[in-house]
C-alpha cells in the first residue's frame, strides 16, 4: 500500500471501512443511481458499487450518519456530492482512493471544504472555483447541528455570538438609543451583520451565494430578520476582505447562508420561550423536500413571533443614572409639565390636578418636572416574521440543469417609542387655562409629555422582502457553463404616531373656548377628545430598494501539473439597483405633506469582469518532504459603477502544507464599497445652521459656529487593503484536535461617515476633531454659507460674530488599521461511549488606530465605547451520545473605557453561560423521529455591567452595542421528522 494512502487510513480511525470494487470508472462517467436514504455506510457501499470508486472511511464516522437519496443520471462526482449533503463529511482523494474526513464546520478558521473530489458540483464560500477552499483565506462554518446547539432562535442571534461580530450597526437594540456606527440609518428595527466593527455595509451578505434585497436608508445592509432559521443548511463566514471575488462591500468578510436546497422528507418544528416572563416568543416551521430522478424540490415556510420587552423591566433602561453612580439624564419634558415664565425663571407644575383651577401659588419657583422617557418605552419591539422559501434543481438533459429558488418574507413591528419629538410649547394669554407664575400677562412656554393625552408614542411599520434567482447550467466535460439571473425587492415602511402636530397644537392653544382649547397645566386627562384627536400626528417614511443581476460564469481545468489540475473560473456579471424614499409628515404643517427625498441618483448600473486561477504546485502525486502540498490562487476583478466610476481589486492567497496535519497560509488583496443611495445626494439636502459650542479657548467658555449637517459634496468609494497570515493544526498522532490561528490586518480608507454624535466635543476635543474645524473663517466663505439655501440663523449672528465653522457633514473622513487575531481551538475525543467537544473560539484585536477627522494623528480606539473591545471569547464544552446532547457555552466580552464622560470611566468585562440539552427519539437525525430541546441562553441571568451611554437626546445605563438587555431566556423545541 501507498504511504499516503497508508497515512489517510491511520488518519480516518482504527476502524477502517474500504470499499475497492474491481474495476475502476472514470469520475466524469455519467452512470444511473437509485439509492435510497439509508444510513450512510450502506448507502456509500451501494455507491461504490454502482460508480466503482474506492472509498475509505471509518466506521465511527459514519456511525449515526444517513444519507440523502441519489436518483438519476449523472457523474459519479455529483452523485456523491449529493449523497453527503448535510453530513458534515468531506471526500479527499489520496492516491487514486477517496478518503473520507470530517469537513471544516467543526473548525473555524479551516480554509473551505472539498465535498467531491476535483470535479464535484460544490463551490465553497470565498472562491469561484469548484472543488477547492479558498486557498489563503480563513473561512469558518456553522453547520446544522452547530445551528441546533447553539440554543437561538433567529440568525442574528446566531451570528451575533460569534467572536469577529461588533453589536455596533442597524440592529433592534440600538435604533433609539445611538446613532453611532449606522444604527441611525434603519428606522424598522432590522438586524445586521457588522465584521470586526468595520460596518454593516462593509460586510457583504449572501443567500446560496447571490446578493439579496438590502434594506436601510439607502439600500445599505441585508435584513437577517427575514431569513428562517429552520431553512438553513449551513452559514459559510469568509473573514478576509474578497472583493476580487465577490465585488463590492466585501471588506470585512462575507457571510453566505446556504439554505437546505437538498432536504428529503418533511420536518415540523415547534418553538416557545421566555424571558424570565417579561417577553414571550413562538415559532413554527415547516419544511417539505423531496427527489424524483432528475429533479428535487424544496418548500419552507417559518413563522416568528416575539413579544415586546418593556424597559420598565430592566433596571438599567432608565435616563435616571442617579442609582448607578452616575448623573440624572431624565427629560425636562414630563407630566405634569414646566412653565418657564417671560423672565426666564422655571415653575414646576404640580402633580395630581387638571389644570382647572391652577393658581400661581400653587407652582414650584426655581425647579423643573422631571420624565424618564426611558422607562416608559419599550428596550425590544414585538417582531412578526412570516417567511417562505422555495427551491427546485431539473436535469433537462444529462448535462444541463436548471435551478430556480424564491424565498419571501414580511416583518412587522410595533414598539412603546422614546417620545423624542418633543418641544417647548409656546401658550399665548388668549389661552382659557392660561397662568402667569410672575403676572407680566406675556406668554409662557411650557416643557410637556403629552403621552397621558394622545396616548404613549408608538412606532410602528413593515418591512416586505423578496429574492429570486434562476440558472442553466452546463457540462462541457470538466468545465460548467452557468448562466443565470437574479432579482430582489425590499419594501418597508416605518411610522411614529402619537405625537403632536405643531401648527395644530399651535391652533389649539390659541383658541379662547374652554370646551375646545387645549390644557397644558394638567396631568393630561381633562382634554376635550376632539381637541386630542385634532393635534394627533405623526411622521413616516417608504423605502424601496430594487436590484435586478445577471451573470455568465464558468469555471473547470485548464491542464494538469504533477501537483494537480490548474483550474480557472472567470465570469462577466451586471446588476442594476435603485432606492426611492419619501418622508409622510404630518408634524410641522396644518396638513400632511408627502416629500420625496431628493437629490438621490438614478438608478445605478454596475458591470464587471473576474478572473480566478488554482495552482496546486505541489501535491500528493509530487509530494516531497516539507511540501506535503502547496496551492497558490490568483484573483482579479474589474468593476465599472455607472456613478462612481471604475475599479479593480487583485487577490492572491497561499496555502501550505510542509507535512500532513499542518498548514500555513495567507492572503492579500485589496476591497471596496461603494457609497450607498443616499451618501451620493450631496448638500442639496442639508441643515446649515448657527448654534454654541463649548470653548475652552474661548473668554466666554463659548464660542458661535456654523454647523455644516447633512451630505458633503464630490463622495467617493471607500477602499481598503488586506492581509492575513495562518495556522492550521490536526495532527494525526491526536484525532479529534483541530486549531485554527489567523492573523489580520486591515488598512481602511475614506471611510464614509460623520462625527455628529460628538458635535459638543468639536472645539473642547480640537485633538481628534481638529480635521473639522476651521477657525476663523474667511469673510467670503461666511457669506458664502450666509447664502446658501438651507442656511438657518436660529441665533440671529451677524456674519462678523461667526468664530469658526464645523463639518459635521456626511463625507469620506476618516481611516482605520485594524490588526489582531482569530483562534478556534477544538478538541473531539471519544468519551464514555459518545463524543466529548471541547473547543475555545475568539478574537483579539490588538490596534484600531483611527483618524476621526483629516489631518488629525490617529488614536488607537480599541477597547472604547462605540468600538469592539479588545477580547471576545466564546467557550464551549459538550458531549454527544445515541441522539442525546449536551452543549455549554461561555461568552466573555473584555472590559474597556468609556472615554465619552467628562471623568472617563472603566467599564468591566461581562460574562454570560448558555446551555442546551436535547434528546432525539428514533435511530438518527435523517430518519422519522421526534427530538427534544431545551436551552437557556444568560441562563445565570447576568445584567450587563453599568456604562454611562448618553446620546444628543436619551440616556441608557448600559452599552447597547455591546451587551443584550434580554437577559436569562429559556426556550424549548420540539421537531419532527416525518
Not at 453589536?167 to 438609543?177: D, H, K, Q, R, V
Not at 516539507?626 to 459603477?641: K, M, N, P, Q, T
Not at 489631518?855 to 471576545?872: E, L, M
Request: proline residues 6%; glycine residues 12%; neutral net charge.
Amino acid at each position: 500500500m501507498n504511504k499516503n494512502l497508508l497515512a489517510a487510513f491511520l488518519a480516518t480511525g482504527c476502524a477502517v471501512g474500504a470499499l475497492c470494487p474491481v474495476a475502476a470508472h472514470a469520475q466524469t462517467e455519467q452512470r444511473d443511481y437509485d439509492i435510497a436514504a439509508q444510513p450512510l455506510g450502506d448507502a456509500l457501499r451501494e455507491y461504490s458499487d454502482v460508480s466503482g470508486r474506492q472509498i475509505i472511511f471509518a466506521t465511527d464516522l459514519v456511525k449515526g450518519r444517513r444519507s440523502t437519496s441519489v436518483r438519476g443520471r449523472m457523474s459519479s462526482d455529483r452523485a456523491l456530492s449529493r449523497l453527503l449533503t448535510g453530513s458534515g463529511l468531506q471526500p479527499e482523494l489520496v492516491d487514486g482512493a477517496l478518503v473520507l474526513r470530517v469537513g471544516n464546520g467543526a473548525v473555524p478558521g479551516n480554509d473551505g471544504s472539498t465535498e467531491a473530489s476535483e470535479d464535484n458540483a460544490i463551490i465553497v464560500t470565498g472562491t469561484r472555483i469548484r472543488g477547492a477552499g479558498p486557498t489563503g483565506s480563513p473561512v469558518l462554518t456553522l453547520d446544522r447541528s452547530e445551528i441546533e446547539k447553539s440554543g437561538t432562535g433567529s440568525v442574528q442571534q446566531l451570528l451575533q455570538a460569534l467572536p469577529q461580530s461588533f453589536g455596533g450597526g442597524p440592529n433592534e437594540t440600538t435604533l433609539g438609543a445611538t446613532t453611532r456606527n449606522g444604527s441611525g440609518t434603519d428606522g424598522t428595527f432590522a438586524s445586521s451583520i457588522n465584521l470586526r466593527g468595520l460596518g454593516p455595509s462593509s460586510t457583504l451578505v449572501l443567500i446560496d451565494g447571490a446578493r439579496p434585497a438590502l434594506g436601510g436608508l439607502g439600500g445599505v445592509f441585508a435584513d437577517l430578520s427575514l431569513i428562517p432559521l429552520s431553512a438553513i443548511e449551513r452559514i459559510e463566514v469568509l473573514t478576509d476582505g474578497a472583493s476580487a471575488i465577490y465585488g463590492a462591500d466585501a471588506v470585512a468578510g462575507v457571510v453566505n447562508i446556504r439554505l437546505r436546497n437538498s432536504f428529503e422528507g418533511a420536518e415540523t418544528s415547534v418553538r416557545i420561550g421566555t424571558a424570565d416572563g417579561d417577553m414571550g416568543e413562538r415559532q413554527f416551521g415547516q419544511i417539505f423536500g423531496t427527489r424524483w430522478n432528475g429533479g428535487h424540490v424544496t418548500m419552507a415556510y417559518q413563522f416568528s413571533e416575539r413579544d415586546a420587552l418593556a424597559a420598565a423591566d430592566r433596571r438599567f433602561a432608565t435616563e435616571d443614572l442617579r442609582p448607578f453612580g452616575g448623573p440624572d439624564y431624565r427629560s425636562l419634558f414630563a407630566v405634569p409639565g414646566t412653565i418657564t415664565a417671560a423672565n426666564g425663571q422655571t415653575f414646576a407644575i404640580p402633580s395630581g390636578q387638571d389644570g382647572t383651577a391652577l393658581t400661581p401659588a400653587d407652582l414650584t419657583a426655581g425647579t423643573r418636572n422631571r420624565g424618564d422617557r426611558r422607562a416608559a418605552s419599550d428596550l425590544l419591539p414585538r417582531q412578526r416574521v412570516h417567511s417562505l422559501y422555495l427551491a427546485g434543481e431539473l436535469d433537462l438533459t444529462s448535462s444541463l440543469t436548471l435551478r430556480t429558488s424564491v424565498l419571501a418574507a414580511q416583518r412587522s413591528y410595533r414598539k412603546v417609542a422614546l417620545n423624542q419629538y418633543l418641544s417647548a410649547a409656546r401658550v399665548p394669554v388668549t389661552n382659557p387655562f392660561y397662568i402667569d407664575p410672575i403676572g407680566t400677562n406675556q406668554p409662557v412656554t411650557v416643557n410637556y409629555n403629552f403621552a397621558n393625552d394622545l396616548g404613549a408614542p408608538i412606532d410602528t411599520g413593515r418591512v416586505r422582502g423578496i429574492s429570486a434567482a434562476a440558472g442553466l447550467e452546463q457540462a462541457f466535460g470538466r468545465w460548467r457553463v452557468q448562466l443565470g439571473g437574479a432579482y430582489g425587492r425590499q419594501k418597508s415602511r416605518s411610522d411614529s404616531i402619537n405625537i403632536p402636530n405643531r401648527a395644530r397644537l399651535t391652533a389649539a392653544l390659541a383658541d379662547t373656548n374652554p370646551a375646545t382649547a387645549f390644557n397644558i397645566f394638567g396631568n393630561g386627562n381633562a382634554n376635550n377628545p376632539a381637541t386630542i384627536a385634532a393635534i394627533r400626528g405623526s411622521i413616516g417614511s417608504r423605502d424601496d430598494f430594487e436590484s435586478w443581476s445577471a451573470a455568465l460564469r464558468a469555471d473547470g481545468p485548464l491542464l494538469r501539473l504533477p501537483g494537480g489540475d490548474i483550474r480557472l473560473a472567470l465570469g462577466a456579471e451586471y446588476r442594476r439597483e435603485r432606492y426611492f424614499n419619501l418622508t409622510i409628515n404630518d408634524l410641522s404643517r396644518a396638513t400632511p405633506s408627502t416629500t420625496p427625498l431628493t437629490g438621490l441618483p438614478g438608478p445605478r448600473h454596475v458591470r464587471s469582469a473576474y478572473a480566478e486561477l488554482f495552482v496546486p504546485l505541489f501535491g500528493e502525486d509530487n509530494a516531497v518532504p516539507g511540501l506535503h502540498r502547496l496551492d497558490l490562487s490568483i484573483a482579479g476583478r474589474v468593476e465599472d459603477y455607472s456613478d462612481v466610476g471604475r475599479t479593480t481589486n487583485p487577490k492572491i492567497g497561499i496555502r501550505w502544507e510542509p507535512l500532513g496535519g499542518l498548514a500555513l497560509r495567507g492572503s492579500y488583496g485589496t476591497s471596496f464599497r461603494a457609497p450607498a443611495f443616499d451618501e451620493l445626494i450631496g448638500p442639496t439636502v442639508s441643515n446649515y445652521t448657527t448654534f454654541q459650542l463649548p470653548d475652552p479657548s474661548s473668554p466666554t467658555g463659548t464660542a458661535n459656529v456654523i454647523g455644516l449637517f447633512g451630505y458633503g459634496p464630490g463622495i467617493k468609494p471607500e477602499r481598503a487593503t488586506t492581509w492575513t497570515a495562518g495556522v492550521d493544526i490536526a495532527p494525526v498522532a491526536l484525532p479529534g484536535f483541530k486549531a485554527a490561528i489567523t492573523y489580520y490586518d486591515v488598512d481602511y480608507r475614506d471611510r464614509i461617515g460623520s462625527v455628529t454624535e460628538d458635535y459638543l466635543r468639536f472645539l473642547t476635543r480640537r485633538d481628534l476633531f481638529g480635521g473639522i474645524v476651521n477657525d476663523n473663517p474667511s469673510p467670503e466663505l461666511v457669506a458664502y454659507y450666509f447664502a446658501f439655501p438651507t442656511f438657518t440663523n436660529p441665533l440671529g449672528l451677524a456674519p462678523a460674530a461667526v468664530d469658526a465653522i464645523v463639518d459635521g457633514q456626511v463625507r469620506n473622513l476618516s481611516s482605520v488599521r485594524q490588526s489582531g487575531i482569530d483562534f478556534d481551538i477544538g478538541y473531539a475525543p471519544q468519551l464514555a461511549g459518545g463524543t466529548i467537544d471541547l473547543g475555545l473560539a475568539g478574537s483579539h484585536i490588538f490596534r484600531i488606530d483611527r483618524k476621526l477627522t483629516p489631518g488629525t494623528p490617529a488614536i488607537d480606539v480599541v477597547g472604547t465605547f462605540a468600538n469592539p473591545s479588545k477580547w471576545r471569547l466564546r467557550g464551549r464544552a459538550g458531549w454527544a451520545n445515541n441522539g442525546f446532547a449536551a452543549t455549554a457555552f461561555v461568552n466573555y466580552i473584555g472590559g474597556y473605557l468609556n472615554q465619552i464622560p467628562a471623568v472617563a470611566e472603566r467599564i468591566p468585562s461581562w460574562t454570560t453561560v448558555d446551555l442546551s440539552l436535547s434528546q432525539r427519539f428514533g435511530k438518527d437525525e435523517n430518519e422519522r423521529g421526534l427530538q427534544l430541546a431545551i436551552s437557556a441562553l444568560n441562563i445565570f441571568d447576568r445584567d450587563p455591567p453599568y456604562v454611562e451611554s448618553r446620546t444628543n437626546i436619551s440616556a441608557l445605563a448600559y452599552d447597547p452595542e455591546k451587551a443584550s438587555p434580554i437577559g436569562r431566556s429559556v426556550a424549548v423545541q420540539a421537531t419532527i421528522r416525518w
